[in-house]
């Protein structure tokens, strides 16, 4: 499987999307510990709350870019497809 250019930069959106969310949490952590000490549902503190957030916001996306990639990666395939059924 190749990546093109397209691909890399949707990439790369993504990644300095989550990079400033989770630099977003770290500064917090550092600078206002109390702000996330505040007990959320089922009575678990908000930084807890917040990491499993991230984690999960990893994950969908890694889901998104995979299918972004995968409709992409068809229409180029379907794209090359039809232009060498025209020239045979």
Known sequence: ???NRSQQQIGLV???????????????????VERLQALGPARINLAVWSGFGLIVLALVLAL????????????????AAAAGEDTE
């Open 64 to 79: 998104v870019y995979g299918w972004i990639c995968r409709t992409t990666g068809a229409e180029e395939n379907g794209d």
């Open 14 to 32: 993504l990644f300095f999307f989550y990079l400033l969310l989770y630099g977003g949490f770290v500064l917090l952590m550092a600078f206002d």
């Open 1 to 3: 499987m190749t990546i």
